[in-house]
């Protein structure tokens, strides 16, 4: 079965201070992969997918990055990190179809820049 | 401006069926619907989806109005578990595009 894995689940960090946040999938291969930012009490919004290795799609102009080296690593980052950054970070999987894919979403991580 | 609207929050006594709204007025012809649901600090869990007709499964029912602007995700029988926030969202193919989902408390 396919499972979906992020680290860390919490994370404090100052202003101004690099980030990296992991995502890895199993079970699978090739899939599409997501992520997502949660702002407090809101829906999510859609930060960056990717069809393959090495090919990303910003929706948002924002302050992060994010990389896929590997088939089933997906990778957030970011130089530095501003207030307006923290938020519940969510990573997304989903077979590639002709259309209604699933997106199967990973535990979050929570990150705080103070 | 969100693609989909829903009502902030709804309760819904125990054992007894509920009725989920969400307006898409501005649905193309190839756009999905999407519902997921989320406990707090967890991720959106998958519930139901569909195009055009009406969809059951294990865990809900999904209702399509013929035109295709608005949908209704229908739980028959409300437990506890089912307390969450519930998204309803359309997929372009090219991406999900949340709305700020309803809030459903069941009472037991």
């Known amino acids: 079965s396919q499972t979906i894995h992020q680290w860390p689940a919490t994370l404090v960090q100052p202003v101004g201070s690099p980030l990296s946040l992991e995502c890895t999938v199993e079970?699978?291969?090739?899939?599409?992969l997501y992520w997502y930012r949660q702002a407090a009490g809101r829906g999510l919004q859609l930060l960056f997918y990717?069809?393959?290795?090495?090919?990303i799609s910003s929706e948002v102009p924002q302050n992060l990055s994010a990389s896929r080296p590997q088939d089933r690593q997906f990778i957030l980052s970011s130089k530095k990190l501003l207030l307006s950054d923290s938020g519940f970070y969510l990573c997304a999987w989903s077979q590639p179809t002709s259309g209604g894919e699933t997106q199967y979403f990973g535990p979050g991580t929570r990150l705080l820049v103070l | 401006d969100a693609k989909t609207t829903q009502p902030n929050s709804m309760e819904s006594n125990e054992e007894e069926p509920v009725h989920l709204p969400c307006n898409h007025s501005t649905i193309s012809g190839t756009d999905y619907i999407h519902w997921y649901r989320q406990l707090p600090s967890q991720g959106p869990e998958y519930v139901i989806h569909?195009?055009?007709s009406n969809v059951n499964n294990r865990m809900a029912s999904l209702a399509i109005a013929e035109d295709r602007k608005s949908s209704t995700l229908i739980l028959h029988r409300a437990t506890l578990r089912d307390a969450a926030v519930y998204y309803c969202i359309l997929d372009t193919g090219n991406q999900f595009y949340f709305g700020t989902g309803t809030s459903l408390t069941v009472i037991p």
């Open positions: 569909g195009l055009t």
């Open positions: 990717s069809v393959g290795i090495g090919q």
């Open positions: 079970g699978t291969s090739n899939p599409n």
